[in-house]
């Protein structure tokens, strides 16, 4: 599937402060080296390339994320990454969102999904957490499941290897080849939903990959 080309509508650096109606965009994953390559950090490679979209770097606040703020597709956002380690995601995207007034419905997480094949890309709006840490931490912290959602598919384990090894382990050699592409379009998924809505950007990006 060809890119729509958000990426091209960023904006640029906006001012830091958050003010306004805006979108929290949460890419979920794990701090440290240790962890750049693992299929859980998906989350965290969308955020990056947004980052890189808005041309803003991404700076530490109180809330333990590292954040950024911009434009995207027009619209205001601010993009992070929780330094919290997954399972305990859900704490300071609540009290980001609580202190800055941003309504669950604003806010998007990127993540991981091993129930989706690789190279697949869904989205939606409430639902379970599918057994997802990070999902389920989000939920319980916002106190609501009605968040928006862009899942990025790593695929299951082959055999009878454990997903938690699956999705610490990193991207195969093979996928490695692939996932810039998909990463990009993640991003792109996330640009459709700010500005065309769900349903519309569930229409885009909801393709079996080929």
């Not at 805006?22 to 390559?37: F, H, K, M, S, T």
């Not at 094949?117 to 999902?135: E, W």
């Not at 050699?173 to 640009?191: G, M, N, S």
Request: aromatic share 6%; charged share 20%.
């Amino acid at each position: 599937m060809p890119r729509l080309g958000y990426g091209l509508r960023a904006l640029g650096r906006a001012d830091p402060e958050v003010s306004g109606e805006r979108w929290l965009i949460v890419g979920l994953g794990n701090p440290g080296a240790d962890y750049n390559g693992n299929r859980h950090n998906a989350g965290f490679l969308v955020a990056d390339v947004l980052a890189a979209r808005i041309g803003d770097g991404f700076r530490r606040n109180r809330q333990r994320m590292l954040a950024c703020s911009g434009k995207l597709a027009g619209h205001a956002v601010t993009v992070a990454k929780p330094m919290s380690y997954m399972n305990a995601s859900g704490g300071p995207v609540s009290s980001f969102a609580a202190y800055h007034k941003i309504p669950a419905e604003q806010i998007i997480v990127v993540h991981d999904e091993i129930d989706l094949p690789f190279g697949s890309i869904r989205l939606k709006c409430g639902g379970g957490d599918a057994g997802h840490n990070g999902i389920k931490s989000v939920a319980s912290a916002l106190r609501t499941t009605e968040f928006n959602r862009v899942r990025i598919g790593v695929g299951r384990p082959p055999g009878r290897r454990i997903a938690a090894d699956h999705v610490l382990g990193d991207f195969s050699k093979t996928e490695r080849k692939e996932l810039p592409l998909l990463i990009d379009r993640a991003a792109d998924a996330v640009e459709a939903l700010i500005d065309l809505g769900l349903a519309a950007a569930q229409n885009e990006f909801h393709t079996t990959p080929g």
